[in-house]
Nanobody, 129 residues
Framework: QVQPVESGGGLVQAGGSLRLSCAAS??????????VGWFRQAPGKDREFVAA????????DYADSVKGRFTISRDSVQSTVYLQMNSLEPEDTAVYYC????????????????????WGQGTQVTVSS
């Protein structure tokens, strides 16, 4: 069992950058057997998929709205997953959540929220215009 813990949110001007981190905690301190995804929820809107990385980090996927601006990655010891966010827009303002999916398939990329087993508490990102 793993508990994702997000950090790195904050207030940034439009056009700026932030890097979110998702650390593995709980009974295991590694995402080694997990695919990991980022989701976000803006005020008054449903939570939506942002990005995901497969268990072996070979495959990634992004929402169309963030392609070319956001990059998901994980560190070499598999304890932290990052979301580098560049060219931020006011529309990116949301609470960002990290989630982990215990995956037997090294290449599988879950994009539906219902697939994920463990969720973090979220971190607020606010982009001012």
């Amino acid at each position: 069992q793993v508990q994702p813990v997000e950090s790195g949110g904050g207030l940034v001007q439009a056009g700026g950058s932030l890097r979110l981190s998702c650390a593995a905690s709980g009974r295991t301190f590694t995402f080694r057997t997990y695919a990991v995804g980022w989701f976000r929820q803006a005020p008054g809107k449903d939570r939506e998929f942002v990005a995901a990385i497969s268990r072996n980090s070979v495959k990634t996927d992004y929402a169309d709205s963030v392609k070319g601006r956001f990059t998901i990655s994980r560190d070499s010891v598999q304890s932290t997953v990052y979301l580098q966010m560049n060219s931020l827009e006011p529309e990116d303002t949301a609470v960002y959540y990290c989630a982990a999916y215990n995956s037997r398939n090294y290449y599988y990329l879950p994009v539906r929220q219902s697939e994920y087993d463990y969720w973090g508490q979220g971190t607020q990102v606010t982009v001012s215009s």
